[in-house]
């Protein structure tokens, strides 16, 4: 009997292209997690115009091929990262971190206080705090405050460590997620802005930017302020904060240890990217190998309606396509990540409009990010696929939908009030990862008051445009926090 090809035996991975159409030497191809896929390499034919006397069509030619199409998948932490950098056209501004490549170099010992790296080591400064993992002491594996460093040593407080003896492993990490004060160094405050001050920290050595977003921890003299805040402005002793939680108050925090976890940010540029992906049909023998080439993400659409899967939809433009039975040489994988799958019940943390956390009466019942990229195919005599994928206007848009509790939505609808838009997509358990995604200035484009009949709600779709930010200069970033305290 011939099995016929399954769904469930479909795997598909891409590998970023240096030059576009073109599969990279020894391609390692990236799995990719998905919903589906529907990838194709199209003919664009013309039938033959010349006229037959048996009245019949004497030819079809093959003008061109079409590459392109979607995949569709579910939202999870560390998944979509190349995905978004591709959307966004921008680069992941990264804190310091290093990652064992090969075995006991990157990272060649760790005693009990310090960590011998082989170059990076010096992006760590006092007060930081790094999350280390992958170590074969599980003990090891955890948050701890660097002290000092060096171009190739990260030091940390004394008996911070138990000495490693056996050598340290690929995929080994020490990242930096975040910065502690002394006991009692740094304190909310009110006074000349909402923010955060500091008597011996410098807040300027730490890397962080205006519109960055950080979360709060440790005070205990005012509970709300354990929440995430925006940077509104940095100096050495004072961040001032554009975004706080409800409740934010002045605190002293005197004997208090306050800490602040801080992500990967990401905004919108101008750097275009192309791939080229390989979709395998394993129940085939042999196995048919597709391959999609200068595939560059156009569209990227998330998706949060309530008490569903967050799911995201990627859609591209590409060169060219082949079908094969002999997979690309010296081709090879990497798996996906394992992160768990994210909802939007209980792992969205907050959804942010005009400032502050939507709650009732206007509660979110969905909410949809739509960027696209505007791209085009470029095509050219002499060629079958496209020779190159011209670039376009960033563009955001989306949908808010609300139960209309009252009219402050729409008044923002009718009076084209400027305002902003964030949501936050986070894990409760573990090391709570952390996407955010921020458009600090939108427009509502449309929405008005939906009345569908008796016995329902009455509800409001506001759908939105967002703009380039006239201090950030920028329409949207992400972070990406990779330990939440």
Excluded: C
């Excluded at 955890?142 to 060096?150: E, H, P, R």
């Excluded at 799958?341 to 943390?349: A, E, H, M, P, R």
């Amino acid at each position: 009997m011939t099995d016929l090809q399954s769904t469930n035996r479909v795997k598909i991975g891409k590998a970023r292209e240096s030059v576009f159409g073109v599969t990279p030497a020894n391609p390692v191809f990236k799995t990719v997690r998905q919903t589906s896929s529907s990838l194709a390499f199209n003919p664009q034919t013309s039938e033959s115009n010349e006229i037959s006397a048996d009245r019949q069509v004497p030819d079809l030619i093959l003008l061109g091929i079409q590459a392109g199409g979607d995949v569709g998948g579910e939202m999870s932490f560390q998944t979509m990262d190349e995905d978004l950098e591709e959307a966004l056209q921008g680069a992941w501004a990264n804190n310091p971190v290093i990652v064992v490549a090969s075995e006991d170099t990157e990272i060649s010992d760790l005693s009990a206080t310090t960590a011998t790296v082989s170059a990076g080591g010096a992006a760590f400064v006092a007060g930081m705090l790094a999350l280390l993992s992958g170590f074969p002491t599980a003990a090891n594996n955890k948050l701890a405050k660097v002290s000092s460093s060096t171009a190739t040593s990260v030091v940390f407080p004394a008996s911070t460590f138990t000495a490693e003896t056996s050598p340290i492993p690929v995929g080994a990490t020490i990242r930096v997620v975040g910065f502690q004060g002394v006991s009692g160094d740094l304190a909310a405050v009110t006074a000349g802005g909402n923010g955060l001050s500091s008597t011996l920290l410098d807040f300027t050595t730490l890397g962080l930017v205006a519109g960055e977003w950080i979360k709060l921890s440790g005070f205990t003299g005012t509970p709300a302020n354990n929440d995430f805040v925006r940077i509104g402005g940095l100096g050495t002793h004072k961040l001032t904060f554009d975004r706080v939680p409800s409740g934010w108050g002045a605190d002293t925090a005197t004997g208090i240890v306050i800490s602040a976890y801080m992500g990967d940010v990401l905004v919108n540029g101008t750097t275009k990217r192309s791939n080229s992906y390989e979709r395998q049909y394993l129940d085939h023998s042999p196995v048919t190998y597709e391959y999609f080439t200068g595939m560059t993400l156009d569209k990227f659409s998330i998706q949060a309606d309530a008490q569903k899967v967050a799911t995201y939809t990627k859609s591209y433009l590409g060169a060219s396509g082949s079908a094969v039975t002999t997979r690309a040489s010296g081709a090879s994988d990497i798996a996906a990540p394992t992160n768990d799958v994210l909802n939007t019940s209980s792992n969205v943390g907050r959804i942010g409009f005009d400032g502050a956390a939507i709650s009732g009466p206007n509660f979110v019942t969905g909410a949809k990010i739509d960027i696209a990229n505007n791209l085009r195919r470029q095509i050219a005599i002499g060629s079958l696929g496209a020779v190159g994928i011209g670039n376009g206007e960033f563009q955001v848009t989306g949908t808010l939908d609300t139960f209309f509790g009252d009219k402050s939505v729409l008044d923002k609808v009718l009076n084209n009030t400027k305002t902003s838009f964030d949501i936050r997509f986070a894990r409760e358990d573990g090391n709570k990862e952390t996407l955010l995604f921020d458009m600090p200035t939108i427009k509502l484009s449309s929405g008005s008051p939906a009345v569908s009949g008796k016995n329902a709600d009455v509800m409001l779709s506001a759908g939105f445009q967002a703009l380039k930010d006239a201090s950030l200069g920028y329409t949207l970033s992400i972070s990406r926090f990779w330990y939440v305290g």
